[in-house]
């Protein structure tokens, strides 16, 4: 059974602190991964991808992928109350081209 | 503007019922999906599609249909709703790599 995990949270930071969330995922062959963000009563939107070892930034976004330990996190600088959304962590399995597998997600609460 | 594009966004209908959830998409995007979500868990595929004339059952059992005659047109058919398929249905496409969805707004189907 191919598994992503995370804590469903809500997970509750303060305005323009760092929010983090993890992600852990079964299949060692797993290629790619994929952070979409969920706002409440909404579709849910790509924010990150990221498909090698280490850090990769965009604004403020950064996540990172350790295969190794099968770990994939997302962490979010200055969090804004805007940040306040569910975040799904999404694994491309591998010998899998089009099927994506989904956690449960994240509720993240950023309080001004 | 390019989209994709769900109807009806909301539906309540009796248990016997034929229905339709409508996706087009002007995206220009060979791969389309169909997911269903319940509150506060994971995303899980019912339908996908390479192309046209191309479809696959996803990994969650469905009682569900799909077609695919046109490249933006891939409707979701249910020849008889039951309480137990209601659910938020949501509707992706993606161009060449698979975890970079795109998501329409969603039916939000309750079978009474």
């Known amino acids: 059974q191919k598994e992503v995990e995370q804590n469903s949270g809500p997970l509750s930071v303060p305005e323009g602190a760092i929010a983090s969330l993890n992600c852990t995922y079964s299949?060692?062959?797993?290629?790619?991964f994929f952070w979409y963000r969920q706002y409440s009563g909404k579709s849910p939107e790509l924010i990150m991808s990221?498909?090698?070892?280490g850090d990769k930034e965009d604004g403020r976004f950064t996540a990172q992928l350790n295969k190794a330990s099968q770990y994939v996190s997302l962490l979010i600088r200055d969090s804004q109350p805007s940040d306040s959304a569910t975040y799904l962590c999404a694994v491309n399995p591998g010998g899998s081209n089009y099927k994506l597998t989904f956690g449960k997600g994240t509720l993240l609460t950023v309080n001004p | 503007e390019a989209d994709i594009y769900q109807t009806p966004r909301y539906l309540v209908i009796g248990t016997g019922k034929k229905i339709t959830l409508e996706c087009s998409q002007t995206m220009g995007h060979d791969k389309m999906y169909w997911y269903q979500q319940d509150p506060g868990m994971e995303l899980h595929l019912i339908h996908y599609s390479y192309g046209v004339n191309s479809t696959e059952k996803g990994d969650l059992s469905s009682e569900s249909t799909v077609s695919r005659i046109r490249t933006e047109h891939f409707p979701l058919t249910l020849e008889s709703a039951r309480p137990s398929h209601t659910s938020q249905y949501l509707c992706a496409s993606s161009e060449y790599n698979p975890g970079k969805l795109f998501f329409g707004s969603g039916t939000q189907l309750s079978v009474l």
């Open positions: 299949d060692r062959g797993s290629q790619s």
């Open positions: 990221i498909y090698s070892n």
